[in-house]
């Protein structure tokens, strides 16, 4: 049986586990997502059965692991923490599959990343609570299917088109995270705040929010950086210039862009004169794998508008030249 730890994504895993709210209410923001999954939730539980699986797709750090977590705990019953790659072989997940109790939570994060035979064997659990249990090698062998007790997948990825369409269907209710609005990571980095005993004055909260890249995981990072700023100068209470001079130290960049945006955005501006360039030969410039500039990058600079799609390729927009402070090439702009 193979399991691993919680949070398997992010520089902190430790750390995220004491700022993960446990029940529906602590979760920030994302308020017609939260509606949808109460009643979801609450159905379920006046049916008395295990509700049907769940998939949360968007990029990372925006909550999908707390939310399984938090569906699990609202249910009272017990979560099983795995992911994709961890998965090898089908015969990992069998096991994992065989040993579920009744109503138990299976979490399987990047589940895109499912070996094939292990994703064929694990649709057929959703929707028939089966599994075929290979008994004996060689010739002799056979397969002896396994009913299984009702329990809940939850599925997370940042890559929600790579999931066949057979295993997508096998989900009841889809959840897309998408990028917290500065508002919203406000409340957040507050609820954090208070967590960690940090005293933050009017304004602080919004800088930090400014350059968390609209992510969670991020906000709380920054926070802790500016902990250890407030600790060291003895600070009472956090200003908003505190955490400008704390986080210019440490390189945050004041649209809340890192290394790897910045180094797009580099690439397309001064090594293609801003574009048009396709995705593989943008992740070839930067030393990316193509899934992670399309799925963790662009979808924030897209957002932002400093980088726009079109049918030949990405384009830096104006404010990418601005904001790398190189005045643009207006022929580009033609
Ligand atoms: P993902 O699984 O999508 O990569 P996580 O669920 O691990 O992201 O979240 C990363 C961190 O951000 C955790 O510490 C978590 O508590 C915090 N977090 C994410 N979303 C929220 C939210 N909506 N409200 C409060 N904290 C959040």
């Known amino acids: 049986l193979r399991m691993v730890s919680a949070a398997p994504v992010g520089n902190e895993p430790v750390s995220d586990e004491e700022l993960r709210p446990h029940i529906l209410e602590g979760f920030i923001g994302q308020p017609r997502l939260k509606a949808q999954l109460q009643l979801f939730l609450d159905a379920a539980r006046k049916r008395d059965v295990p509700p049907d699986h769940i998939l949360l797709a968007g990029p990372p750090g925006l909550g999908k692991t707390t939310l399984a977590m938090i569906v699990a705990n609202e249910l009272e019953v017990p979560i099983r923490v795995t992911s994709g790659p961890a998965i090898q072989h089908a015969g990992d997940l069998a096991s994992i599959l065989s040993s579920l109790d009744a ?87 507050e609820r954090s705040s208070a967590v960690l005993g940090i005293q933050l004055e009017d304004g602080a909260a919004r800088q930090l929010a400014m350059r968390s890249r609209g992510t969670p995981r991020i906000a709380n990072r920054l926070l802790r950086r500016v902990r250890d700023w407030a600790i060291v100068h003895d600070l009472e209470s956090v200003r908003p210039d505190d955490v400008k001079e704390a986080l210019a130290l440490y390189q945050i960049d004041t649209e809340g862009l890192d290394r790897l945006d910045i180094a797009v955005l580099k690439a397309i501006v001064t090594n293609f004169n801003g574009g048009p360039v396709g995705l593989n030969n943008l992740a070839a410039m930067v030393g990316e794998e193509s899934e992670t500039v399309e799925t963790v990058c662009e979808p924030y600079l897209v957002r932002e508008g400093f980088l726009i799609r079109t049918p030949k390729g990405r384009v830096a927009t104006r404010k990418a030249w601005e904001h790398l402070g190189i005045t643009p090439d207006e022929s580009a702009y033609d």
Do not use: C, N, Q, W
Request: aromatic fraction near 10%; avoid cysteine; glycine fraction near 8%.
């Open 103 to 189: 109503g138990e939570v299976l979490f399987i994060d990047e589940i895109h990343r499912l070996p094939r035979a292990a994703e064929e064997l694990l649709y057929i659990a959703m929707e028939d609570f089966r599994v075929d249990v290979m008994v004996g090698k060689g010739p002799g062998a056979s397969s002896i299917p396994l009913t299984l007790p009702r329990f809940t997948v939850i599925g997370a990825t940042t890559r929600e088109g790579m999931l066949p369409s057979p295993l997508r269907a096998r989900f009841g209710f889809t959840a897309h995270l998408d990028f917290y609005p500065h508002e919203e990571l406000e409340k957040l980095i």
